[in-house]
């Protein structure tokens, strides 16, 4: 019987297919990139029928598959071993369909998500999904891990912007439920199985996309706060009385705004010796009236003590230059060795969680340095430690203190980047046991011979 790999190339022909020998020119992505891709050999189906038939293989060989996207994930859920099988869904761009009478797009899970931006933008609409990696990462990877990013806080994350899908599950099966419709009741929504399962439930192969008219103004701001407490007022302040159109409510604690600012070229929008720092956008309909209703909302938050300074953008540049602040991360490069963390949990348990899980690591390495910031308007913050050295024991000890407080607060081991590898070992400060045991279940009835992802999320 011919080899695997030869059945493959039967099916998706000889450019289908990337021998190991060449994979070792491609990089393994955002979070390894001086690593090479490792894989028995990579496939790239061209449509959803070669990837049917490609896994319909896979799965009779026993063979595991790792499905990639734009390689930008951060937790190791893209990575494949040496006896393993890589789809890479790089050949599958198309945008098929813009249908404005539904306002739906419908895509191949290849193209990337500034792809989808820039298409959806000529075409008069707006996809809101937006985040650093915009340019590589795809939208299969995004609905596969249930991307979130800048715009939550109004539009919800990748979950909530697909309102059909279609999925080949391991065994070759496609499921196609490519519907336009917000509303769909119509028994188990099954799309909610592959979204944010990682690749281990099955590999999405199209989607259709709900798209938002394209907002006529957007204005921005960066403001300074004196005191924790008063975020999650100002926050619910804004949105009030902006009508629910804050888009953005990011938050910088004082060291992280700090570190930023002395990354050359930096514009500083306000002093630098304050505790919070906002970014705040509201975006709306009325390209007269919403600037001055922004001023006035501020002057009103000013007014009231909920801030204390603040500037607004007052063109594209200045806006801009604000958000390259916050976008800033390779600035924590400056520190050396470093550990990073995306974890949920509600606004009112954030100021005693970071004092609490600050006291060991601070024991043990009393110079840390620490940034804080995040989507405040989601409960989701961005932590990074450095201690000035590596290695997996500081790794662990660092690890502990932060996810392991998480339990008792309610809080996430992860608000937005999955589970993968790097997180394995604390799915269950998050989940119960009788949750992962459903988990459990339902992989070992969709995939029964284990071939997609395995290893990852638990
Ligand atoms: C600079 C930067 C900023 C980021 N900011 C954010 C942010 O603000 N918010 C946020 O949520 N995330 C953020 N991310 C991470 C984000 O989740 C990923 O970038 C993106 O969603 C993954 O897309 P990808 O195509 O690169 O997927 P990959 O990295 O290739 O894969 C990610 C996971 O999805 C699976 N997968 C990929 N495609 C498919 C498919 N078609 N079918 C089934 N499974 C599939 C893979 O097996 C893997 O488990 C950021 C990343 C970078 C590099």
Redesign the pocket.
Known sequence: MAELIDQIRDIVGERGVVVHEDLLGRSA??RHPNETLQAKFLVRPANTDEVSKVLKLCNDAGQAV?????????VD??IAGRDEVILS?ERMREIEEIDPASSSMTVQ?GVTLQSVQEAADEAGFFFPLD???RG???L???V??N????RVVRYGMARDMVLGMEAVRADGTVLNSLNKTIKDNAGYNLKHL?IGS??TL????RLVLRLRPKPASQETAFLAVDDFNKLPKLLNFCNGRSGGGLSAFEVMWKEYFQLVLSTPGAAQPLPGDYPFYVLMEVIGGDTQGDGERFENMLAAALEEGLLVDAVIAKSEGERQAMWALRDD?ESLDRWGPRVGFDVGLPIAEMPAYLDEIDKPIVAEWPDRKRAVFGHLGDGNLHITYSVGENGANVKKVIDDAVYLPLASRGGSVSA???I?LAKKAYLEVSRSPAEIELMRELKTMMDPNNIL?PG?IF
């Open positions: 992505g955002f790792v499905s990639q996207g734009g390689l930008t994930g951060l859920g893209n869904l899970t985040l650093g990696g590589s990462a795809t299969g990877g995004n596969s891990t991307a979130g990013g800048n592959f990682e690749g099955g590999v999405v192969t991360v937005e980047h999955g993968g992802n990852k």
